[in-house]
């Protein structure tokens, strides 16, 4: 059955997500104090851990810094800090 799950996600260079096969990352935002990613997911799939990427502003990043999930900040925008997904690792 295909449901929309949240995932917790702490602010980091990188980090592995167990996750269902073929999950859809679709937003990442803070809820509260918290980061979160959600995704569509099948969750009768296998889970595998999908790698995240976060890059911040000015920070160097690899040529394919994987898929765009979205954008968020800290301290009031004065940081800023972009979100990828380097697929299942």
């Known amino acids: 059955m295909q449901r929309i799950f949240k995932?917790?996600?702490?602010?980091?260079d990188r980090q592995?997500?167990?996750?269902p096969t073929g999950a859809v990352l679709r937003a990442i935002?803070?809820?509260g104090m918290q980061l979160c990613l959600?995704?569509?997911?099948n969750d009768?799939?296998?889970?595998?851990?999908?790698?995240?990427?976060i890059y911040g502003t000015?920070?160097?990043m690899p040529n394919y810094p994987g898929n765009y999930i979205g954008?968020?900040?800290m301290n009031q925008g004065a940081l800023v800090f972009h979100v990828y997904d380097r697929g299942s690792v």
């Open 58 to 60: 000015g920070q160097s």
């Open 71 to 73: 954008t968020f900040q």
């Open 7 to 12: 995932y917790e996600l702490e602010v980091t």
């Open 29 to 31: 935002q803070w809820q």
């Open 16 to 19: 592995a997500i167990q996750m």
């Open 38 to 41: 959600w995704a569509e997911v």
């Open 44 to 53: 009768e799939a296998a889970p595998v851990p999908r790698e995240i990427a």
